[in-house]
């Protein structure tokens, strides 16, 4: 399991680990220094010969200290290192002060002002140790300089963070900005200042996984630095945010098919069918024992016609679905795919919700509850799961999205992770945030990000449809009998699984087609 930190996390560890005596802030940051030193060696191994410069520019604070021990590191090395420093040496906390002391008597250190794109890449390796998990406001004319610095017109050099790319919130994953009417991503189009390598210590930071993270960061190499892994230390108020991980096990024993549950997906009307058949297959292949669609009579043909191993019921309205709620083996429902926005959804919303079943609401679901989200939100109870793409997560929670939109112009600032945590809170269920980073919130508290990014990327998920069946996977795992969370957390998990087992030219069909072979990696 991967924790990810907050800043103030990483620095109660830090702080528990130094006063209980078993470390200095001196030693820790030897180590960081250290890691940043042997991840440049693993990740460029051609570096050990060659042309051996480096340029390391340091900050203000103690991240400014991890660099002048990489400074001091590589000239161990018999490399060439310049460094600049920003800021002023004399105000430098005690750790960075005593390493930039070390460093002086070995070399030259050179304002950050002087330092400017040169003529071509002269060194192998250019270290940023500005700013790390201490960055509190934007830095402005500094972030214009490095951007032009860094131009990717100028090709990519080697550019390795120290802990974060200076400017990026470790909290958010946002570049700090004054000025602007919204949050802008990092890079910005056309400004391309991007890290190919980021080191940080102990764990990732949440931010490193959030909104541009990987753009920013371009891969994450984690080090230990010898902090301890015991968490009692941390403020409880909010649990840490883990990375998703999936949480199955295969069919056991010999059980016959209701022992795995009945998913009950409902359908759309006459010409807008495809989203629940998605979402209904989803359901079947990931393991729910039967897979029932609801169809209102006007589409009963065309999902007739369209349909094999899932059933198909006609339930017309609200009503009908009360009725057929009435079977209890229905343990699982999802609704919203093509579901369309007339009053009718919120009819049918609102009797899943009073049948207290395990439900997951997508799309249509919620969108229809636009103009009066409390009416949502008092039935929603601890089986629902919902699962807002961006647009949707705006319409129920315009307030929340309003602080998530809002200029990021101090650190830490407000991330994807706390609006999805304040919406599971308002809405009492558990609240699957969409995107390339998804944040899955539990009202409890407890929190994970489905990265698809770095190594999991998966930019085909993007296809029309795919929601639809994850709607249908979560629904599926709860069918079998997973908890919300662990459905919501395992359904997102397998989705990036199934997109990255097909890859590019993916549609939403293939997605569910993947799920055996991805089981079968999975050893189940
Ligand atoms: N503690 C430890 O034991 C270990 C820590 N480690 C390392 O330390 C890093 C955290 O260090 P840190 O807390 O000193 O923060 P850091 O990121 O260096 O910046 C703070 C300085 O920048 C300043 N500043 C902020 N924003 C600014 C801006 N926009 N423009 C200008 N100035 C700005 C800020 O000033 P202030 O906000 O106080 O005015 C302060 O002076 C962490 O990322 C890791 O690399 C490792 O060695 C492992 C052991
Ligand atoms: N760039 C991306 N990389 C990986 N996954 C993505 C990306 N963009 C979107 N996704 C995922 O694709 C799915 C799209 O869902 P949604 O927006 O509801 O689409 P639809 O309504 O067409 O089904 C979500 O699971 C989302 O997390
Ligand atoms: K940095």
């Known amino acids: 399991m991967t924790e990810l930190l907050t800043a103030a996390q990483m620095r109660a560890i830090e702080q528990a680990a130094i006063e209980s005596g078993k470390v200095t802030g001196l030693e820790l940051m ?125 090709g990519l050099p080697r550019l390795v963070a120290v802990d974060t790319p200076s400017g990026v919130c470790s909290d958010c994953g946002f570049v700090l900005r004054e000025g602007t009417k919204e949050r802008l991503p990092a890079p910005l189009p056309n400004h391309v200042f991007e890290s190919q390598l980021t080191v940080t210590f102990h764990s990732p930071k949440v931010g490193h996984y959030l909104s541009d993270g990987e753009a920013s960061c371009g891969k994450v190499i984690v080090k230990d630095i010898g902090l301890p892994r015991d968490n009692n230390m941390l403020p409880k108020e909010k649990g840490v945010v883990k990375l998703a991980s999936p949480i199955i096990h295969g069919k056991r024993g010999v059980n016959h098919k209701y022992a795995h549950g009945h998913a009950l997906v409902l359908s759309g009307t006459h010409g807008s069918t495809g989203a629940a058949r998605l979402a209904a297959r989803g359901a079947l292949r990931i393991g729910a024992g039967l897979v029932t669609l609801g169809s209102p009579r006007s589409a009963m043909l065309e999902n007739a016609a369209n349909l094999t191993a899932v059933m198909l019921k006609q339930i017309d309205g609200a009503l009908g679905l009360t009725e057929v709620l009435e079977d209890m083996r229905f343990n699982a429902v999802c609704l919203g795919p093509g579901l369309g926005v007339r009053a009718d959804t919120q009819a049918l919303v609102l009797t899943v919700l009073k049948a207290n079943r395990p439900t997951v609401l997508d799309a249509d679901a919620l969108t229809r509850f636009s103009a009066n989200p409390d009416v949502l939100f008092g039935l929603l109870h601890k089986d629902c799961v919902i699962t807002p793409h961006g647009g949707e997560f705006t319409k129920l929670f315009p307030d929340i999205a309003e602080k998530l939109a809002a200029p990021a112009t101090t650190g830490p600032a407000y ?91 993916l549609i939403a069909e293939d997605l569910a087609e993947q799920l055996p072979a991805v089981f079968r990696d999975l050893g189940l």
């Open 30 to 154: 030897e180590r960081a220094g250290q890691g940043v030193v042997e991840a440049i060696f693993e990740e460029w191994p051609e570096l050990q010969s060659g042309n051996r410069k480096a340029v390391v520019l340091c900050g203000p604070g103690n991240n400014g200290g991890d660099g002048f021990v990489v400074a001091r590191l590589l000239n161990e090395r018999e490399w060439e290192v310049e460094v600049f420093l920003y800021g002023n040496a004399d105000k430098l906390p005690p750790d960075a002060k005593a390493n930039y002391e070390r460093w002086v008597e070995l070399g030259e250190v050179q304002s950050i002002e002087d330092f400017q794109r040169p003529l071509g890449w002269t060194a192998s390796v250019y270290v940023d140790a500005m700013f790390g998990t201490g960055l509190s406001r934007p830095i402005g004319d500094l972030h214009n300089q490095l951007w032009e610095v860094f131009d990717a017109d100028a």
């Open 415 to 505: 991330s994807k992770v706390d609006a999805a945590r304040e919406a599971a809170t308002r809405a009492g269920c558990v609240v699957l945030f969409k995107g390339p980073d998804t944040v899955i919130a539990d009202p409890d508290g407890r929190c994970s990000i489905n990265s698809a990014q770095y190594d999991r990327a998966a930019p085909w998920l993007a296809t029309a449809g795919s929601g639809d069946v994850l709607a249908g996977f979560i629904s599926g795992l709860m069918a079998r009998g997973f908890p919300p969370m662990a459905a919501a957390e395992t359904g997102a998990w397998l989705h990036v699984e199934c997109a990255r087992k097909f890859g590019p030219g």
